[in-house]
Every structure is written in C-alpha cells, then in structure tokens.
C-alpha cells in the first residue's frame, strides 16, 4: 500500500517508494479513519485487519508493524469501514459469512453479525452512522 502526499507533484518513481507491507497476502480493501488522518484501516486476503500510523510527513521508508492487528476473520477479509460519527469504530465483513465491529483502539471484537448465507463482499454506514449495511 502507498500513501502519496496529494503535493507531490510528477510522475511517481517506479521502484523505491515507501510502502506500508506488512500483510502476508494482497490488500482487499482501505479506508483512513475520519477522525484522524493519519490512521489507515487494511483488510487483506491474509484473514487480518491491520491498522497503521502514517507518519506526518508522509512514509520516508517501509512500515512493517501496525499499530493495532485485527484477529478474527477466518477467511478473506474484503471490506473496512469506519464509523462515520463515533472515534475508532470500525466494520469488516469477511469470506468467513461474518461482519464484525471492532474497537480499533483496543482490538477487540464488539460484535459479530454471522447471519448472511452468502459471502459478504463490502460493509457501508449510512451518514449518521445509524445503520450498516452489508
């Protein structure tokens, strides 16, 4: 995943730039936190949910460690969401059949929702955050 300042001006180099790898699979899915612009919510084929810290000034150099790993999923993780009113609440929906809601600042899983027969592809609030769906 890259994080590209939107001042940066030109064509991006094609080797060398600053990423965030710390996932062992490909990333499904990536949102940054409403309340702070400098978390990053990842969902990846690896089963994980993985939040970073994008520094201030930009990525310098690779980041590898998260700030917080979400375990849970037991399959494809396809979808984040963030909470659009209330700080580090985040959806994920999964291959597993399953949509979770986690308190980011924790890590822990809030809620399950497993009803859905079919797998779930993406998660969306509605604006004030009353309703998901998924």
Not at 105 to 131: M, Y
């Amino acid at each position: 995943v890259g994080v590209v300042p939107m001042s940066h001006k030109g064509k991006l180099p094609q080797q060398g730039f600053p990423l965030i790898t710390g996932h062992k699979a490909a990333v499904l899915d990536l949102e940054f936190n409403p309340f702070n612009d400098y978390l990053l919510a990842t969902a990846s084929e690896d089963c994980y949910v993985k939040i970073w810290s994008v520094p201030d000034d930009g990525l310098t150099e690779n980041i590898t460690e998260p700030v917080q790993a979400l375990q849970g999923h037991r399959r494809k993780v396809g979808g984040v969401k963030f909470h659009p009113t209330a700080d580090n609440i985040l959806a994920t929906s999964s291959q597993d059949y399953t949509v979770k809601l986690w308190d980011i600042e924790t890590g822990q899983c809030k809620i399950t929702l497993d009803g859905p027969t079919d797998i779930v592809q993406s998660v969306a609030w509605n604006t004030d955050g009353s309703r998901l769906a998924a």
